[in-house]
């Protein structure tokens, strides 16, 4: 769990730099940058739609991940999980790694270490940290992924932008949050969304610079070979049984192979203030499931929390989140890049 708008592809209160002449200088001098606020552009509404549906196959998945973690251990888990996506997405064009480049390699290692390192802590904290703690406090990447791109990459996250974080913020701590300790377990399930904000932030930055499912790869390749370097001490094992392998490719398919590559495409063309609004909502998308398939209970207060998550969302997306802040050496529009483009 994948995250700077780009020219060509700007969506709501995104900014274009223009220049124009100064009618008050001398022949041939522009006035100074202008900026022009666009309005949503189809590819942008694809892709928001797209990462929600990734947040509903990440919230989709808890039942099972749940189940299988508790007949076989976290690393060998997430090791056959990445193991898996790595070699079903290496094998749609195996050249795309190859084509990456020093560079590319560098960017893909990066961020998957970072996904290695949210994962490795949010299972952590999970073994002294209730599992609606752990979704509160995951959720905080809401609040860090903005504070990150603001830092990072010069983002000036505008009002609406901040109205929808802390929207979003509320909504998650009445569908998640009833109780708050701080104990070591809270301490690492921050670190995690800490990790995971980066990751929605380096994606945002450098995602439309490199070969899309090269990038996927490494990512992927990443995470397996942490995850098996935690799993080694112990040995790792298989799957015990059919339902543990059952969980495995579901989730290595479609919660990781495909999920991650519909992440790093949609983080060519929205922001990372945006994209960690929408992942906020995985959370619903959990609760709905545990209600149908497990018999949880979704009472008053968690569906209030949903309807708020919900309006933060679509107030992200109608309103915007996110300026570019002037930075020298940055201000260069990076040209849109369709996947297809990315092949070549």
Do not use: N
Not at 143 to 172: D, F, H, M, Q, Y
Not at 293 to 303: L, Q, Y
């Amino acid at each position: 769990m994948d995250r700077l708008e780009l020219a060509g592809a700007a969506g709501p209160g995104d900014v274009r730099r223009t220049t124009r002449a100064d009618p008050a200088g001398p022949p041939g001098r522009t006035a100074a940058p202008t900026t022009r606020v666009t309005a949503p552009s189809p590819r942008q509404l694809t892709a928001a739609a797209a990462l929600l549906g990734v947040a509903a196959v990440w919230g989709s998945t808890y039942v099972v991940v749940k189940s299988a973690v508790s007949t076989m251990p976290v690393g060998d888990f997430l090791t056959w999980r990445f193991a898996l996506a790595t070699m079903v997405v290496f094998a749609v064009r195996p050249r795309a790694v190859f084509r990456l480049g020093a560079a590319g390699v560098g960017v893909g290692a990066a961020t998957g270490l970072m996904l290695a390192l949210g994962y490795a802590l949010q299972t952590a904290g999970l073994l002294t940290t209730p599992s609606s703690v752990s979704g509160f406090l995951t959720g905080t990447l809401v609040v860090i992924t903005p504070l990150a791109a603001s830092v990072l990459l010069r983002e000036r996250v505008t009002r609406s932008g901040w109205a929808a974080v802390a929207l979003a913020t509320v909504g998650l701590a009445l569908l998640c949050l009833r109780e708050l300790s701080l104990g070591a377990g809270e301490a690492m399930t921050l670190g995690c969304a800490v990790f995971f904000a980066l990751h929605i932030v380096a994606l945002s930055r450098w995602s439309s610079r490199h070969d899309l499912l090269g990038l996927v790869v490494v990512q992927m390749f990443t995470v397996t070979l942490a995850s098996a370097a935690v799993a080694a001490p112990r040995g790792l094992s298989l799957p015990p049984h059919g339902s543990a392998w059952s969980a495995v490719l579901l989730t290595g398919l479609a919660a990781t192979a495909l999920a991650y590559f519909v992440q790093t495409w949609a983080q060519m063309h929205l922001s990372a203030t945006r994209t960690g609004i929408i992942l906020t909502t995985e959370p619903v998308f959990a609760g709905l499931v545990g209600v149908l398939v497990a018999g949880d209970s979704f009472g008053t207060r968690s569906a209030v929390g949903a309807a708020i998550l919900v309006a933060a969302m679509l107030l992200s997306a109608v309103q915007g989140g996110t300026r570019r802040r002037p930075r020298r050496g940055l201000d260069t529009p990076i040209p849109d890049r369709r996947p297809q483009d990315l092949q070549k």
